[in-house]
DNA sequence: CTTTTTTGCACAATCGATGGTGCAAATAAT
DNA sequence: ATTATTTGCACCATCGATTGTGCAAAAAAG
């Protein structure tokens, strides 16, 4: 009745309290008591006083018991992005619907860090685990393989288990085509040492963006050199340095920007703060990531919005395949042109006025 | 030593392959070996052989003998939105500097999913809760009462609990008269009925920047009404209704917009994308939320950071008292000039380059 | 060589829920 | 009325780790 008390009611309490063993409080509350033959009489009795003493099954016990936990886990490289956050968005939403709790936890794209917490999720015996963006997913697919656990890569791809990732080289196609097709009633034309890329490191959607980027640039102009690639890692301040550095040398930034990711594009954010607006009153950026208010600059931003919704659909279909075989699906991403305010997850959300 | 089998080594198997009782492994393990008076070389003995096996505890059967998980929550209304996710970000660093383990989840703002979400999270005996924006805190703050679990409010504050929050009507005031002052050089000074504030709801936050935003713009401007503030919700798509519906009666937005938060701020991309450029050529931007692609819109977007780092170093603080007292805890947010790039909890991860 | 003290560890109960097994009472079949 | 079924539920072991208690053997004291 009341929220008495500071001990939450146990199957023993009520098994008390109706007068019944145990195992039968404990068949009626889970759903099993058709299965076991109780009388209808005694599972309302016994549901009657669960709700009037507010129980709630320990989860800890049922877990241990059955060594199954109903949490689902997502391991993302970090949460403040909207790509990723995002990502936890649609997850939460999925998981919940499918009636388990989701936990998103992040490892910060450290090899160690990510090993440890995926150790700590399988203490609590998670039952299902989706890898985002990890830098060593094999590693990590070795300890749910050892545990029993069913998991699946996202957005980095692993070589032991099934893999969902974007259409990274593609994806990187369509962005640069889309930069320079920009400059088509520009004065001068670009020139393809006008076009950089920045951003990224060795992992494989680098890797793909890189080689798409590079694909097409000598495709549509002609030529393309090392030296238009300057990987910074996936950290704003390293990208800042990369652009001081470029303007140090150039008195100016390249016409043609490819940025890595959403992660990147902060560091040319921290080189604006430092400079006067005509410093890039006429660049093209192409942004590899999504982010609404980014797609607003004051200078045309194209970015690509990663499917994450469909891979997570996709990501979910194959978990819950016996044994999904492990190869690498692609999804498409979207190109996105400038000045596009995208709808996301929050949509789905209703919101309830004053 | 191979990461062999499909199930994890127990005690049990230790207990055996050690020769020594189950209860002694269990002491070695988790370091109350000295004050159990066992023998040094028999500690060795079992650490070696847990490496050996992998040995990771069963936290689930730790968590149910002792009631407690090691796991420290922190409730979000969504996670697709920078204030949010950083202050996710934050959490989980601090949480591990503690040596237990974040969980984070969100809740939709919808008050039943939020208890809902709470009552699952207490029947994995969660250890301390931490609730950031919740529509509901007092009813949470019963769920937590009755199962013992410390808990406080963030962001938004509860009557039953300790509760740490943003200035709201602070920041308000400064936001409001950084927007006003953006006009002091302004061919036409802003008249009262040009500057509007949209987004936010019946909730504390958005009163007491109401109420701040207001007695500003009285004391500034010499007047105010009722008309200039449109509460919207948060939710971008009814942010978006708001903004045509005026442009649809005036011909033109407001010259001077306080926008109550970055969710209802995307409702104004929105907008704009409908829009051509010139329909907002010249307004000034106030947001009640940092997000660093905002600051470098094409108009004067003025910004407030909320400093989720301290509101949770404090409420870190705060929950590891005995019996904190039931009292607001206010933390000064930030102004954020336009085009200003700041730092994140992003900086703070190392980064391993190609 | 006894008695006392210390050392080193094993035993067993416990946390809460689950599910196989068994058994009495109620009902049906003969 | 007797045997065969079915119904309804209790009993108990189990999941893995923790911890209070007790008791031998070893060491120290007498």
Not at 11 to 24: H, P, R
Not at 170 to 182: E, S, V, W, Y
Not at 318 to 333: D, G, N, S, T, W
Not at 342 to 352: A, E, H, N, T, V
């Amino acid at each position: 009745m009341k929220p008495q008390g500071k001990k939450k009611a146990t199957i023993y309490d009520l098994s008390v309290l109706s007068g019944c063993s145990a195992s039968t409080v404990s068949a009626v509350l889970n759903g099993t008591w058709r299965k076991r033959r109780i009388k209808e009489s005694t599972a309302e009795l016994i549901q009657g006083l669960a709700e009037q003493h507010q129980y709630t099954a320990n989860l800890q016990a049922r877990g241990l018991r059955n060594s199954r936990s109903g949490l689902v886990g997502l391991l993302l490289p970090v949460h403040d992005n909207r790509y990723f956050s995002s990502m936890a968005q649609t997850f939460e939403a999925q998981v919940r619907s499918h009636g388990k709790c989701p936990v998103v936890v992040s490892a910060s794209r450290d090899p160690q860090e990510e090993l440890a917490t995926v150790e700590t999720l399988i203490s609590y015996s998670i039952d299902e685990l989706f890898i985002a963006g990890a830098t060593d997913p094999d590693s990590v697919h070795c300890l749910c393989e050892a545990a029993g656990i069913r998991h699946i890569n996202i957005d980095l791809p692993g070589t032991k288990a099934p893999s969902v990732i974007s259409d990274n080289y593609q994806g990187a196609r369509l962005l640069t085509q889309a930069i320079i097709k920009r400059f088509d009633d520009a004065a001068a034309p670009l020139k393809p040492e006008e076009l950089f890329l920045f951003g990224g490191r060795n992992d494989h959607a680098s890797r793909e963006r890189i080689k798409g980027f590079r694909d097409i640039k000598t495709e549509l102009l002609g030529q393309d050199s090392d030296a238009c690639i300057q990987p910074t890692g996936y950290s704003p301040g390293m990208t800042q340095k990369a652009f001081e550095a470029f303007y140090e040398r150039e008195g100016k930034l390249p016409r043609g920007l490819f940025i890595n990711s959403s992660i990147n594009f902060e560091g040319l954010l921290r080189f604006m703060a430092q400079h006067p607006h005509e410093t890039f009153a006429d660049i093209v950026v192409g942004c590899y990531d999504y982010d609404p208010f980014g797609s607003f600059l004051p200078f045309p931003v194209i970015m690509i919005r990663q499917d994450s919704e469909s891979m997570l659909a996709k990501a979910f279909e194959l978990i819950e395949e016996a044994r999904p075989a492990v190869k690498i699906h692609l999804i498409q991403p979207e190109l996105v042109h400038p000045r596009t305010a995208l709808k996301g997850p929050l949509d789905s959300i209703r919101d309830i006025d004053a």
